[in-house]
């Protein structure tokens, strides 16, 4: 059975404070891991998509690493507008479900 | 491009009634999902469908039901609410060769009294 396990499950930074944010997961062989962000009272909004250990994938303040057991998403220089739930989800070769860890709220502070 | 539209927004359902969650995907997607999030279990897989005509059951179906008619609509059926089935639903899509994720839905916030 697939687990994703996330940590920290809260975070607080500062402002321009950078950080990383934990993903380890189980799965038989994987296909795909997924980074989302979910903004409280909407569905989650794609972020990045890893498929081999070793693969970065960036995007503004975010980059996105993968290892053979875990995936860190690291924040640098974070904004408020940063602050939102960031989830992680594994699909494995055999078929096409996700699935999700818990998520890590993050709150960065001005 | 709407993207994925989830309707209604919010439904308050007496224990034993049942309803359907509306899901219409603009994009020709082939996949599509359908999730409940509570607090503290993160997104939990009820049904899929990767194609119109097939659907298969997730981590968590039991007291739902899903048909995949087209490729744009998959439906999602309480068939007799539980207060257990109080929680938001997210219906999700995506392509079947893209390298991209699911695109979500806003959610339908359910409560079941």
């Known amino acids: 059975e697939d687990q994703v396990t996330q940590s920290p499950e809260a975070l607080r930074l500062q402002e321009g404070e950078s950080s990383s944010l934990n993903c380890s997961y189980t799965?038989?062989?994987?296909?795909?891991l997924f980074w989302y962000r979910q903004d409280p009272g909407k569905g989650p909004e794609f972020l990045f998509t890893?498929?081999?250990a070793g693969e970065e994938k960036e995007k503004e303040r975010l980059k996105a690493t993968l290892t053979k057991k875990e995936s860190f998403l690291h924040i640098t220089a974070p904004k408020p507008e940063d602050s939102a739930t960031y989830l992680c989800?594994?699909?494995?070769?055999?078929?096409?479900?996700?699935?999700f860890g818990e998520g890590t709220q993050l709150t960065v502070n001005p | 491009n709407a993207g994925v539209t989830q309707t209604p927004k919010f439904q308050v359902l007496k224990t034993g009634q049942s309803m359907t969650l509306q899901c219409a995907q603009d994009?020709?997607?082939?996949?599509m999902s359908w999730y409940r999030q509570d607090p503290g279990m993160g997104l939990r897989l009820i049904h899929y469908?990767?194609?119109?005509?097939?659907?298969d059951q997730g981590e968590v179906p039991n007291g739902y039901n899903v048909s995949r008619s087209t490729t744009e609509d998959f439906p999602l059926r309480l068939l007799s609410a539980a207060p257990s089935q109080t929680s938001v639903y997210f219906c999700?899509?995506?392509?079947?060769?893209?390298?991209?994720?699911?695109?979500f839905g806003s959610g339908t916030r359910l409560t079941v009294v």
């Open positions: 999700a899509s995506r392509t079947g060769w893209s390298r991209e994720g699911y695109t």
């Open positions: 799965v038989s062989g994987l296909r795909g």
């Open positions: 890893l498929y081999s």
């Open positions: 989800a594994v699909q494995e070769t055999s078929g096409s479900r996700l699935t």
């Open positions: 994009m020709n997607h082939e996949y």
């Open positions: 469908s990767v194609g119109a005509g097939i659907t």
